[in-house]
């Protein structure tokens, strides 16, 4: 019996992000902040290099296609959901936070929406690489939701509220029509740095409630 779609190991990365968002979900759900925090740069490290991966093999159309949709639904899941779940667990739960985590979601449905679409144009017209994005990557929130998680222990503001104005102000940036250089080799490094000095921070003692 033959099942729907394309495995091959092109999606392996992708497959290993979503898993770890799932975790991530189930973490915070138990209560366990710090460890959803990890499952969300895990997933943040996962996509960085999915890309990389599935243009070494050759994928017909139908293939590309695929693997278009399913990386952004599952950045859906990872760098969409897994945040507002986070927030539920540190204490984002009265019913102006719900809205908040709408807003959030929205914003990161529609910019991926858009991305897909723009995506597929611009494959048909040329076979180079993406040199820019439009707005606010979504899965750069694998790199500010840690930093905000950590820099909120300096901040005498209760935790929730410093995240809640996070997820707004990124929602926004998702948006925002501005262009961003896509990260070469060099910016690839130092964001692997920067995740590296996050965790750091955070196996030392810098969190909360984990």
Known sequence: ??????????????????????????????????????????SGFCDMFDGKVARTKKRCEAEQKFGIQLDSLSDLVCFGVLPTVIGYSIGMTNRFYVFVFFIYVMAALTRLAYFNVMEEERQSRTPERRKEYVGLPVTSVALIIPLVYILGRFVEIEFHKIYGVALLVIAFAFLLNFRIKKPGKAAAVVMILIGIAEIVCMLIGFHYGG
């Not at 019996?1 to 992000?17: E, F, Q, R, W």
């Not at 968002?21 to 710090?34: C, D």
């Open 1 to 42: 019996m033959k099942l729907i779609g394309y495995y091959n190991y092109t999606v392996i990365l992708t497959d290993l992000s979503l898993i770890s968002s799932v975790f991530g979900i189930y973490m915070a759900m138990k209560g366990h902040v710090a460890g959803a925090v990890y499952c969300l740069m895990v």
